[in-house]
């Protein structure tokens, strides 16, 4: 197997270039970088996942939400798996193994990606992306009609593109590598949302706001198509105080995170159900002692 694997790369990698070699050590560097980066700065950053921890041993604490911002750059994975399977089949036809027109993958690609950009652009609801769908099967028959269909799709296939497997990874790395960035900052700027308080971090050390529950509220916005397509949504921090601009966070997973931020926002009114049940009514003051009898 190892034999079959070593024959693998080294007829993959032979023909290499300097422009294949520096695409192929790039992120290997990048994460070298980061490794290495972390264990120099390890005591004095506090991140995420050790916020995270810390509530969990936090007996006063039973219910908690930590959330952060992906980048939008996220819900451009289709089109990261489009670029990906474009990328292999390219390469397949670069070495012989496959034969397929280079046009019809760039154009499947190109139109993956202008569909991507569109949703992601103007930020659909699903309401929208209907309405457009209907409109295109209504184009779709007309032009059937009036016997147009074929010289219009004549006219959008010479719009076919060529590019090469490297430049489809490149498409693939760019976008994955803003999608990593956005993880990773979110390492370090989030925010977690308690019963009693939220807690705003900003920045590797142990820099962070807290507002107390009186001064906040939560909303949850999954009105985007396409985030929600693909599981995504918007935890949304509205502060009391209105010159603070509200906090929109883009998160994956929507439907679990909202039933956990209920559960928050649940505890929260039962606390304060509580404390009010709890507060003992001052006694009446003690009648006047009688006049003293002669």
């Given at each position: ?73 996220i ?22 193994v ?59 296939g ?36 308690t ?33 929600r ?66």
């Amino acid at each position: 197997m190892a034999n079959w694997t070593d024959d693998l790369m080294t007829a993959v990698m032979a023909d290499w270039d300097w422009k294949r070699w520096v695409v192929f050590l790039v992120p290997i560097a990048l994460l070298a970088l980061g490794v290495a980066g972390w264990f120099l700065f390890k005591g004095a950053i506090r991140t995420r996942r050790e916020y995270n921890r810390k509530l969990d041993q936090d007996q006063s604490i039973s219910e908690y939400l930590v959330v952060f911002n992906w980048s939008r750059k996220i819900l451009y994975i289709p089109t990261i798996l489009a670029a990906l399977v474009a990328a292999l089949l390219m390469l397949l036809c670069e070495k012989g193994v496959l034969t397929i027109d280079p046009h019809l993958v760039g154009g499947s690609w190109l139109l993956v990606f202008f569909l991507n950009f569109l949703i992601d652009e103007y930020e659909v609801s699903f309401q929208i992306v209907l309405t457009v769908i209907l409109l295109l099967l209504a184009l779709g028959l007309w032009l059937t009609f009036l016997d147009w269909l074929k010289p219009f799709m004549d006219f959008i296939g010479r719009l076919g593109i060529v590019i090469d497997s490297l430049g489809y990874l490149l498409f693939a790395l760019v976008f994955t590598f803003a999608v990593v960035i956005s993880w990773v900052r979110g390492m370090f700027y989030y925010a977690a949302i308690t019963p009693n308080f939220i807690n705003i971090q900003n920045g590797p050390s142990e820099n962070g706001e807290q507002i107390s529950r009186e001064e906040y509220n939560t909303k949850i916005d999954t009105g985007d198509f396409l985030e929600r397509l693909l599981g995504f949504g918007r935890i949304i921090v509205i502060f009391s105080d209105t010159r603070r601009h509200p906090l929109s966070f883009l998160v994956w997973g929507i439907h679990t995170k909202s039933q956990k931020l209920e559960a928050v926002r649940a505890k929260l009114e039962v606390d304060a159900f509580s404390s009010r049940a709890q507060v003992v009514p001052p006694a009446p003051p003690a009648p006047p002692a009688p006049p003293p009898t002669a």
